[in-house]
Nanobody, 122 residues
Framework: QVQLVESGGGLVQPGGSLRLSCAAS????????MGWYRQAPGKQRELVAV???????TYADSVKGRFTISRDNAKNTVDLQMSSLKPEDTAVYYC????????????????RGQGTQVTVSS
């Protein structure tokens, strides 16, 4: 099994910044895509930003220019730097790992973290 542990959520005022971090642990050989999704109350889970092991990044239109995703393939970590935060960014943010190859596994797997709350409010 693989565990994803997130950190860095909290309460921030509009216009402020937060940095989310996620570390994956387990018998990992490779993770193809790591990234972040979020779910606000009463809404569906949505992609925020993901990054492939080769370096390509995908952002939701709503966060382009404000959020930056980065990852360390060797350490199996992914970070999300969030700036110019808005109240509509309030949600539980989930770390996601797709295309995970483990030792002794039968194929690629997907994992999600427990989530960390981000609240943007004055």
């Amino acid at each position: 099994q693989v565990q994803l542990v997130e950190s860095g959520g909290g309460l921030v005022q509009p216009g402020g910044s937060l940095r989310l971090s996620c570390a994956a642990s387990g018998s990992i050989i490779r993770i193809n895509v790591m990234g972040w999704y979020r779910q606000a109350p009463g809404k569906q889970r949505e992609l925020v930003a993901v990054m492939a092991s080769g370096g390509s990044r995908t952002y939701a239109d709503s966060v382009k220019g404000r959020f930056t995703i980065s990852r360390d393939n060797a350490k199996n970590t992914v970070d999300l730097q969030m700036s110019s935060l808005k109240p509509e960014d309030t949600a539980v943010y989930y770390c996601n790992a797709d295309g995970v190859l483990r030792y002794n596994s039968r194929g690629y797997e997907s994992y999600r973290g427990q989530g960390t709350q981000v609240t943007v409010s004055s």
